[in-house]
């Protein structure tokens, strides 16, 4: 009924940069917030960046001036510009999205994506 679809993800150098987009599509009457986690092997997934409705933005200690969440609210997708990258960055990052349905009716509900590989050589 809903789909997150991620691209971007890719290998790059210490230091480069990538670009991730995430778009929605399916039955959806309302999104609130939209985000990127992270899961590195071994180790628990967590939050990135996020953005909500209300134009709130969070970012992770470890990411903050580095890494730029936007939001495309009529294409229903969020992007990640990742800058300066660390090999401490690397992870498979997955879309997240906060949507209500338009049938059956009711709250929303937590959607991820796939999720996209990013690998960053030292």
């Known amino acids: 009924q809903v789909q997150l679809v991620e691209s971007g993800g890719g290998s790059v150098q210490s230091g480069g940069s990538l670009r991730l987009s995430c778009s929605a599509s399916?039955?959806?009457?309302?999104?609130?917030?939209m985000a990127w986690y992270r899961q590195a092997p071994e180790k628990q997934r967590e939050l990135v960046a996020k953005?909500?409705?209300?134009?709130?933005?969070t970012y992770a200690e470890s990411v903050k001036d580095r890494f730029t969440i936007s939001r495309d609210l009529p294409k229903m997708s969020v992007y990640l510009q990742m800058n300066s990258l660390k090999p401490e960055d690397a992870a498979i990052y997955y879309c997240?999205?906060?949507?209500?349905?338009?049938?059956?009716?009711?709250?929303?509900?937590?959607?991820w994506g796939q999720g996209t590989p990013v690998l960053v050589s030292s």
């Open positions: 997240h999205s906060e949507i209500r349905l338009r049938f059956p009716s009711g709250g929303f509900s937590a959607y």
């Open positions: 399916g039955n959806i009457d309302g999104i609130n917030s």
């Open positions: 953005t909500t409705a209300d134009g709130t933005i």
